[in-house]
C-alpha cells in the first residue's frame, strides 16, 4: 500500500481525472479491430512508439522552472511557483494565503507548513512524483499504462504502479504537437485526485541548488 500523505499536491479530486481512472483499462499489446474515441487507447497499435516519443521528450528535460495552479479537493485553487531539476529534486513553493512549501532533494520528499512551522516526510520513492523525476523515464518498463488517449491538442497518459506497492493512477496530460507535460492528475483509489496545471515554464536553465535544500530546524514527522 502506498503511503498515505498529506501532501497537498498529491490528494484532491477532480473530474477529469477521476473519469479517465475509471474507463482505464490494462493495454494488452493487442490493437482492437475498431478503435473507439472513448476506448482507453485510441491508437493501439503505437502505444509502445507514442510511450517512448513521450520518454524522449521528457528525458530531454533537464529542468524546468514556473508556475502551477493546484486544484485540490474541495474545489479551491492555490498557485504557486514550481523548479524542477531531474533526477529527483522538485520545489514547489505556494503563494499565500497558503503556507505550504514542498522540496524534494532527490531522495525525501518534505512537507512544510510554514505556519505551523511543522515538517513531514516520505521517501519520494513512496509517490507518484518519483516516476517523472527520474533520470532516465520509461513509462512502459516503470509503470502499468492504463490509458493512452491521442485527443485534438493533448496526449493523456494513465499509469499505475506496475509493482503493487502504491494505490492510485497517475495521469499526465501532453501539448498534442510539443509532448510538453502541460497538467498533471493523480488519483487515489478512493477517486480523489489532485490536479496540478504547468505554465510559463523555462526549461533547461540552471537553477540554484538551494532551492532543493529544506532546512529542519524541529517539530520533524516521518510517514
Known amino acids: 500500500m502506498m503511503k498515505k500523505l498529506i501532501v ?10 477521476t473519469a479517465i481512472a475509471q474507463t482505464s483499462k490494462p493495454y494488452s499489446g493487442k490493437a482492437s479491430a475498431k478503435t473507439q474515441y472513448n ?4 491508437d493501439v497499435a503505437n502505444v509502445r512508439t507514442d510511450l ?11 529542468t524546468f ?22 533526477p529527483g529534486k522538485v520545489r514547489f513553493e505556494y503563494n499565500e494565503p497558503n503556507p505550504m512549501l514542498i522540496v524534494s532533494d532527490g531522495v525525501t520528499l518534505v512537507q512544510n507548513d510554514r505556519q505551523l512551522e511543522t515538517f ?28 493512452l488517449k491521442k485527443l485534438p491538442g493533448q496526449w493523456i497518459v494513465t499509469a499505475r504502479d506496475g ?4 494505490d ?10 510539443t509532448l510538453a507535460m502541460k497538467t498533471w492528475i ?19 536553465g540552471r537553477i540554484d541548488p538551494r532551492k532543493f535544500i529544506m532546512r529542519d530546524d524541529g517539530n520533524r514527522r516521518d510517514r
Open 39 to 42: 476506448a482507453p487507447f485510441t
Open 163 to 166: 509493482s503493487g506497492q502504491q
Open 168 to 177: 492510485g493512477t497517475m495521469t499526465l496530460v501532453f501539448d498534442g504537437e
Open 52 to 62: 517512448a516519443r513521450i520518454d524522449a521528450t521528457m528525458n530531454a528535460t533537464t
Open 8 to 17: 497537498p499536491i498529491l490528494l484532491a479530486t477532480t473530474a477529469v481525472g
Open 65 to 86: 522552472q514556473g508556475d502551477f495552479t493546484q486544484v485540490a479537493p474541495d474545489g479551491s485553487v492555490s498557485s504557486g511557483k514550481i523548479w524542477l531539476q531531474r
Open 120 to 147: 513531514d516526510r516520505v521517501p519520494l520513492s513512496a509517490t507518484p512524483l518519483n516516476y517523472f523525476l527520474k533520470e532516465n523515464i520509461n513509462l512502459a518498463e516503470d509503470t502499468e499504462v492504463t490509458s
Open 186 to 204: 493523480i488519483t487515489d483509489d478512493f477517486g480523489g485526485a489532485t490536479r496540478v496545471q504547468l505554465s510559463n515554464l523555462q526549461y533547461n
